[in-house]
C-alpha cells in the first residue's frame, strides 16, 4: 500500500522530496566544512559553513510552504498530523548540522591527530545516515515496503557514530595532553555537535516508521 495522493498533494510530496534534499545538502557541507577543518584549511572551512547556513535557510523556506499547505488540509488527518512531524523531525537534522558549522566558524579549534580518524569516520557515517534516511522519505512515496529496511540503516549508521563518538571521547579526556581544560571541552563540544546530527536521524527514522505502519496497516 501507499499513499492515495490527489492532484494537490502531488505537489506537496515533491515539497517534501525537496525539503529532505536541501537537508541531506546542508549535513553535507557541514561535514565538509569539518573535514576541511581536521586538515587545517580553517578559511575554507569557515567559507563551507556559510554555505550551510544558506542550504539550511532554504531547507527551512521550503518547510514553512509545506506546512502552510497541510494546513490547508492536505492528506488524510491520521497521515497528516504524523507527516508534518516527520517533516519538523528532517528539519531538526539541518538545524543540528548548523549548529555544527556555528561552532566551527566561531571557535575552529586545532584537532588534534589522535582525533582526526575518529572524527573523520563519524563524518562519513553521518553523511550515510542522511542519505538513507533520504531514502526513507522518498520510498513513502514510492516503495513503502522498503522504509522500514532504510530506518533500520539509519539506526544501524547512528550506533556506529556513537561507538567513534565514546571513543573520540575516551582518546580526549583519557589520551591526549592538553594543558587547557578549556580547549578540551571544545573538542568535547564539536565531537557531540556531530554525534547529535545522527542522534536526529534516529529520532526522525522512528517517526517515518510509524508512517510507514499506518500505511501498511
Known amino acids: 500500500m501507499s499513499f492515495f495522493i490527489h492532484k494537490k498533494e502531488k505537489h506537496i510530496v515533491e515539497?517534501?522530496?525537496?525539503?529532505?534534499?536541501l537537508v541531506v545538502e546542508t549535513v553535507y557541507l557541514a561535514c565538509k566544512a569539518l573535514e576541511l577543518l581536521i586538515e587545517g584549511?580553517?578559511?575554507?572551512?569557515?567559507?563551507?559553513?556559510k554555505k550551510v547556513h544558506k542550504k539550511e535557510h532554504e531547507a527551512d523556506t521550503v518547510q514553512r510552504?509545506?506546512?502552510k499547505e497541510m494546513f490547508g488540509g492536505a492528506f488524510m488527518p491520521s497521515i497528516r498530523e504524523v507527516l508534518f512531524i516527520a517533516v519538523d523531525s528532517v528539519d531538526k537534522v539541518a538545524n543540528r548540522a548548523?549548529?555544527?558549522?556555528?561552532?566551527?566558524?566561531?571557535?575552529h579549534p586545532d584537532v588534534p591527530r589522535p582525533l582526526q580518524d575518529d572524527l573523520r569516520k563519524m563524518s562519513k557515517l553521518t553523511c550515510n545516515g542522511v542519505k538513507k534516511m533520504k531514502d526513507a522519505i522518498y520510498n513513502l512515496f514510492e516503495n513503502v515496503k522498503q522504509v522500514h529496511k532504510d530506518t533500520i540503516e539509519v539506526e544501524r549508521l547512528e550506533a556506529e557514530v556513537d561507538k567513534y563518538a565514546w571513543k573520540a571521547l575516551d582518546t580526549l579526556f583519557n589520551k591526549l595532553k592538553i594543558e587547557k581544560?578549556?580547549?578540551r571541552m571544545?573538542?568535547?563540544?564539536?565531537?557531540?555537535?556531530?554525534?547529535s546530527i545522527s542522534n536526529k536521524m534516529e529520532d526522525t527514522s522512528d517517526k517515518i516508521d510509524i508512517i510507514a505502519l499506518k500505511l501498511r496497516s
Open 98 to 107: 548548523e549548529k555544527l558549522g556555528d561552532f566551527i566558524t566561531l571557535i
Open 15 to 21: 515539497q517534501i522530496k525537496q525539503h529532505v534534499d
Open 41 to 49: 584549511k580553517k578559511e575554507e572551512s569557515m567559507a563551507h559553513t
Open 65 to 67: 510552504e509545506i506546512d
Open 181 to 183: 581544560f578549556s580547549e
Open 186 to 195: 571544545m573538542l568535547r563540544e564539536m565531537i557531540i555537535h556531530l554525534s
